[in-house]
């Protein structure tokens, strides 16, 4: 068949005519393809940027007084993991800014009387925000050290020892100082959470821990065996293979990079959590949840589990 091709800019199209019949194809794509694909890129991730600077005030430059000052530089003295309004002027300087979509968790206005749990803290942003909305008591837990974390044995043999051994807590410390806190901070593995030892809590939540755990139906079972109420499971969701579906789709990463051991798909978390006897489980957010300064999109997604 006799063929003619036509390229204007990214598209290029062609016609192939013979006495079957005709065929045209229409494309996008080459170098000018790339170029106006790249140009999207960067502009979209310069809006993103003005939309979290906007959202995120830094450290004050002058801070208001001297209490001030001294807190912005015990602020500045470690790294941050999440943005926390401690006060006086100042926020951590955070990876992560779950401010801005805090509405979107309908949490209750008030947790008055009820015990609370904070799976996988970091820096305490999501205990210190339930002990704000009045819970009676709150319990923040993550692991002791850095080499306590899911690190595959690869991975491991390549840390350094100081570096396993290095305590993890500093910013939670200092914010919960600044913040004159009451929520308790333990040490230990979502991995054996036990009713005898723990209680059980009304509310718990898990956020952004399950995609670093090699065994998350294991986690959200011990969850379970804890809270009687209600879990909030937020997590960060695959678009790969999100939404294909009810298949309780995940795919197995392995742990090699940033300890990401599995990447979900929502009917994957609906299902690990009903598998841990949660006894229904619904949806009530998904957004995108941009890491500082990274133009990389991070789906999350916020599952209420019941246990009734
Ligand atoms: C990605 S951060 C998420 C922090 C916080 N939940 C949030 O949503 O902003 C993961 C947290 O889970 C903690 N973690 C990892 N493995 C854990 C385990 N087995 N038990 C409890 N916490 C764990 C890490 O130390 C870290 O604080």
């Keep these: 068949m006799p063929r003619k091709s036509l390229k204007v800019g990214p598209l290029h199209a062609s016609l192939a005519a013979g006495r079957?019949?005709?065929?045209?194809?229409?494309?996008?794509?080459?170098?000018?393809?790339?170029?106006?694909?790249?140009?999207?890129?960067?502009?979209?991730?310069?809006?993103?940027?003005?939309?979290?600077?906007?959202?995120?005030?830094?450290l004050p430059a002058?801070?208001?007084?001297?209490?001030?000052?001294?807190?912005?530089?015990?602020?500045?003295?470690?790294?941050?993991?999440?943005?926390?309004?401690?006060?006086?002027g100042v926020l951590t300087p955070g990876e992560f800014n779950h401010i801005p979509h805090l509405a979107k968790y309908r949490l209750p206005e008030t947790l008055a009387g009820k015990r609370v749990l904070d799976i996988g803290t970091f820096d305490g942003f999501w205990a210190f925000q339930f002990e704000k909305r009045g819970?009676?008591?709150?319990?923040?837990?993550?692991?002791?050290?850095?080499?306590?974390?899911?690190?595959?044995?690869?991975?491991?043999?390549g840390m350094a020892d100081d570096l396993l051994a290095t305590p993890l807590g500093r910013g939670f410390a200092i914010a919960h100082e600044a913040l004159g806190s009451r929520v308790q901070r333990r040490t230990g593995s979502v991995y054996r959470l036990d009713a005898a030892e723990w209680g059980r809590f009304d509310v718990s939540h898990i956020g952004?821990?399950?995609?670093?755990?090699?065994?998350?139906?294991?986690?959200?079972?011990?969850?379970?065996?804890?809270?009687?109420?209600?879990?909030?499971?937020?997590?960060?969701?695959d678009p790969d293979i999100d939404g294909l579906g009810d298949a309780p789709l995940m795919r197995y990463m392995g742990g090699q990079v940033n300890c990401n051991w599995w990447r979900y798909s929502t009917a994957s978390l609906?299902?690990?959590?009903?598998?841990?006897?949660?006894?229904?489980?619904?949806?009530?957010?998904?957004?995108?949840?941009?890491?500082?300064?990274?133009?990389?999109?991070?789906?999350?997604?916020?599952?209420?589990?019941?246990?009734a």
């Design 20 to 58: 079957d019949g005709a065929e045209v194809t229409l494309g996008l794509g080459g170098a000018a393809w790339n170029r106006w694909y790249k140009g999207l890129a960067d502009r979209r991730r310069a809006a993103r940027d003005v939309a979290w600077n906007a959202a995120v005030p830094r």
């Design 62 to 88: 002058e801070p208001a007084n001297p209490e001030a000052a001294a807190l912005a530089a015990r602020v500045a003295s470690v790294g941050w993991y999440q943005t926390i309004d401690l006060g006086h």
């Design 208 to 237: 952004n821990v399950l995609v670093h755990l090699r065994d998350p139906a294991l986690a959200l079972q011990r969850m379970r065996a804890v809270t009687e109420g209600v879990a909030i499971i937020s997590e960060m969701v």
């Design 270 to 307: 609906r299902q690990l959590a009903l598998d841990a006897g949660f006894a229904r489980v619904e949806e009530v957010a998904r957004f995108n949840l941009p890491l500082r300064d990274s133009a990389r999109d991070q789906r999350q997604v916020v599952l209420l589990a019941h246990t």
């Design 135 to 157: 819970a009676a008591e709150v319990m923040a837990l993550d692991v002791e050290t850095f080499g306590d974390i899911d690190f595959p044995p690869n991975v491991r043999a």
